[in-house]
C-alpha cells in the first residue's frame, strides 16, 4: 500500500515509492499472437501507459499553484492622481489662474503620472512667493514640455549657482535661465550679468530689469555706476578697508619708537647730601654773609 503522504506507487514506470524504495522491474506479459503486450485485453501499449503515469506523478508532485506576484493596486493610483486634480483647483483658487493655464498644467500633470504629486509640490513652494504667479507658472509648464523640468531648481546650473551667490528669487532666476536659453552666448552673457549683481543691493529686480533687453537681443554692457550700499561689492570694500586700516595702525605702531617705562619710586625722595654734592656749595644767605 501506498502512503497517504508521500507520492504514489507506480511499478510501470519505476518511480520511487514510500521511503524511497525502488520497486524491481516488472516481468513483461506474454503476447499473443501477433498482439503487441497490453493490447490483448483492450489496454494500452506499455511506453502509452509509462508516459500517463509519469504526468499524474509530477500533476501529484508539483503544489497545485505556483506563488503569484503582489497584485497592482489600481485604486492607488486613482487616488493620487484624484489628489492632483484637487491640488490643481486648490493652486487656482489660491493664485487666481485663468482656465487657460489650468488646462494646461492639468495636461501636463496626465503625461507625468509617475512624479505628479511631487511635480504638484514643488509648483506649489515655486509659485507661494511669486510676484507674477501665472507668468512664473507658464514657465514652468513650458519647462515641463521641453523635459527640463527640475521642481524647485532651475533647469539651468550655472544660472543656479548665481542665484545662490546673489540670492535670487525664484521668479528671477526661472525667467534668466529662460530668456538666457535663447541667448547666442550666454557665458559671456552670465559674466556681464554678474557684475552687475555685484554693484546691486537689490539683485532680484536688477535682473527682471535687464530682461527686457535681453529679450530684444541687445548686448550686455559694463556696469557705469558705483556699488549700491550693501552690494556684495560694497560688503566687500568695507572689509578691505577695514583690513587696510588695520595694517596701516599695526605699521605705525611698529615704526615709533617704544615708550619708556616710568620709574617707580621708593617713598622716601633723593637723598639730601648726593643732591648737594651735585649742586655744589650753598650759597650765604645774607645774615651769614654780613653777621
Known amino acids: 500500500m501506498a502512503s497517504s503522504t508521500g507520492p504514489p506507487f507506480f511499478p510501470l514506470c519505476g518511480l520511487p515509492g514510500p521511503g524511497g524504495l525502488v520497486p524491481a522491474p516488472v516481468a513483461s506479459m506474454p503476447s499473443l499472437a501477433g498482439v503487441p503486450p497490453g493490447e490483448a485485453f483492450g489496454l494500452p ?17 508539483l ?9 497592482v493596486q489600481p485604486h492607488q493610483e486613482e487616488a493620487d492622481q484624484k489628489d492632483v486634480k484637487q ?9 487666481k489662474l485663468d482656465d487657460r493655464i489650468v488646462r494646461d498644467l492639468a495636461g501636463q500633470m496626465m503625461k ?4 505628479s504629486q511631487e511635480d504638484m509640490q514643488a509648483i506649489w513652494e515655486i509659485l507661494a512667493g511669486a510676484r507674477n504667479p501665472a507668468g512664473l507658472l507658464r514657465v514652468k509648464i513650458r519647462e515641463m514640455e521641453d523635459g527640463k523640468f527640475r521642481g524647485t531648481l ?3 546650473k550655472d544660472v543656479e549657482e548665481l ?15 529662460e530668456v538666457l536659453s535663447r541667448r547666442d552666448d550666454r557665458k559671456k552673457d552670465l559674466r556681464q550679468i554678474q557684475k552687475h549683481l555685484q554693484l546691486s543691493n537689490r539683485p532680484s529686480s536688477l535682473v527682471m530689469l535687464m530682461l527686457k533687453d535681453m529679450r530684444n537681443g541687445l548686448p550686455i554692457r559694463d556696469p557705469e555706476y558705483p556699488p549700491a550700499v550693501g552690494s556684495l561689492a560694497h560688503k ?4 578691505g578697508h577695514r583690513s587696510r586700516s588695520r595694517n596701516k595702525r599695526r605699521t605705525s605702531s611698529s615704526s615709533s619708537p617704544p615708550l619708556r617705562s616710568p620709574v617707580k619710586s621708593s617713598g622716601a625722595g633723593p637723598d639730601p647730601k648726593k643732591v648737594a654734592s651735585a649742586r655744589g656749595p650753598r650759597p650765604q644767605t645774607l645774615l651769614e654773609r654780613f653777621g
Open 45 to 61: 501499449s506499455i511506453p502509452a501507459a509509462t508516459e500517463v503515469l509519469q504526468y499524474q506523478y509530477l500533476q501529484h508532485a
Open 63 to 71: 503544489p497545485a499553484s505556483l506563488p503569484q506576484p503582489f497584485p
Open 87 to 95: 491640488s490643481i483647483k486648490e493652486l487656482q483658487a489660491r493664485f
Open 112 to 115: 507625468r503620472r509617475d512624479t
Open 154 to 156: 532651475t533647469p539651468d
Open 163 to 177: 542665484a545662490k551667490k546673489f540670492n535670487l528669487d525664484t521668479q528671477a532666476a526661472a525667467k534668466l535661465a
Open 236 to 239: 566687500r570694500g568695507l572689509k
